[in-house]
Every structure is written in C-alpha cells, then in structure tokens.
C-alpha cells in the first residue's frame, strides 16, 4: 500500500490520480487530518503492512526508522515535480516492488537516492 503524507500538495495529489497510481493520503482515506505529529505516523505505519509512505518532511529521513514494515520515502524535490519523483521511485529497478522497498529509509533528490537499509550502517547512494 502506498501513503502519501498530508504535505504533498494537492496538484501532485492528483496528476498522481490521473497517472492511475493508486494510494491513500494521510487525514482523508487514512488516518486524522491533525496527524501533523511524526509520532503519531510511525506508530500508524508499525501496524500496517508492507507500506510505503511517501512525505516531504526531511525529519523523517533517520537510520533509526528503518523498519522491516515499511518503507520511507522523503522527497526532497522540486514541489511542482512532487508526483513526477514518486512515479519515477515506483518504476526504479531498484524500488519497482514493495519487497525491494521494505526496511529501507530513502531521501529522493533530483541527482540520487540516498538511503539507509535494515541491518546496514551506512548510508547507500544510487544515481537516477
């Protein structure tokens, strides 16, 4: 399943409906509109399976949260290319399928993925 955080902007939210990539967003198919509180998410997406959540919200971006649950994408991207990186991150080789996302914690730039992996120390860089 595919979440998308509350601060992905609605424009983006729905050139991703147009391209037909199916989701649920944060405070309307998923959860309460005030889960502002990282907390609150990561508590949300421990119980869910096989999830990956995608936020532009840099804090999000630690080895610690890698979890065995889920996958964490953080978007550090162009606002108005928001929808554009996420489908890209969904049809990478290396991300196509939830079974290569999972327990991994990735920040996606214009120029590379960065990202921490379960049981990894360090940090993992890829080109686009």
């Known amino acids: 399943m595919i979440i998308l955080d509350h601060n ?52 999000f971006f630690r080895r610690w949260l890698c979890h065995s649950n889920y996958c964490l994408v953080v978007l550090s991207v162009p606002v108005l290319k928001t929808a554009l990186y996420i489908r890209g991150l969904l049809r990478h080789p290396a991300f196509k399928t939830r079974a290569k996302r999972q327990g991994k914690v990735l920040r996606v730039s214009a120029d590379k993925i960065a990202f921490w992996q379960a049981g990894q120390e360090r940090l993992i860089r890829l080109r686009w």
């Open 8 to 59: 992905i902007p609605e424009d983006q939210v729905e050139q991703l409906r147009r391209w037909r990539v199916h989701f649920r967003q944060i405070g309307f198919e998923v959860g309460r509109p005030e889960w502002d509180d990282q907390q609150e998410i990561l508590r949300y997406l421990h119980t869910a399976k096989q999830v990956t959540f995608f936020t532009r919200d840099l804090g």
